[in-house]
């Protein structure tokens, strides 16, 4: 029962998550972030958006080693609807970051003993019993007259 509980919690959670990367990335701002307009604080602009004068840092910037790749800006290359491209490469994202995350996850769950099947294990004694039947047990008479009481 519990591990249906927990498939379909982690299928809501996985549903979600893809729901929110497909469709509400899409309406995400197109606005630099605060990263990109700290780096330009200082500088002027022409229409296209290039440097024209000032001191900032954006001055320096220069393209990433990825920014050829196919999810490079948001978006996957190749698909012309922006709207489309941007769902799919945070659903892409999301199943990377899942594989991941799930692979990690099973190379460390916990595991029993090598070769151990847990039907096979012997059950658990009840607190304060001993196998030698008694009450006390091995630990009377380790601890007593050696009378076993």
């Known amino acids: 029962m519990k591990r249906v509980r927990l498939a379909a919690f982690l299928g809501a959670g996985l549903l979600v998550a893809l729901l929110l990367a497909g ?3 899409s309406a995400a701002s197109s606005q630099p972030d605060g990263l990109d307009a700290t780096a330009r604080e200082g500088c002027t602009f022409n229409a296209d958006d290039e440097i024209t004068g000032g001191d900032c840092l954006a001055k320096s910037a220069k393209e990433h080693d990825m ?3 196919p999810l490079a800006d948001y978006g996957i290359r190749g698909i012309d ?3 489309v491209s941007t769902g799919l490469s945070g659903v892409a994202g999301v199943l990377l970051v899942g ?3 799930g692979g990690v996850f099973w190379l ?5 003993t090598a070769g151990a099947d847990p ?3 012997p059950a658990a004694s009840p607190v304060g019993a001993s196998s030698s039947g008694g009450a006390g047990g ?3 008479e380790a601890a007593g007259d050696g009378s076993g009481r």
């Open 81 to 83: 609807n922006s709207f």
């Open 119 to 121: 039907e096979d294990a």
């Open 99 to 101: 594989a991941i995350g």
């Open 138 to 140: 091995r630990a009377d």
């Open 67 to 69: 920014a050829d790749s």
């Open 108 to 112: 460390l769950r916990r595991r029993g």
């Open 23 to 25: 469709i509400v990335s």
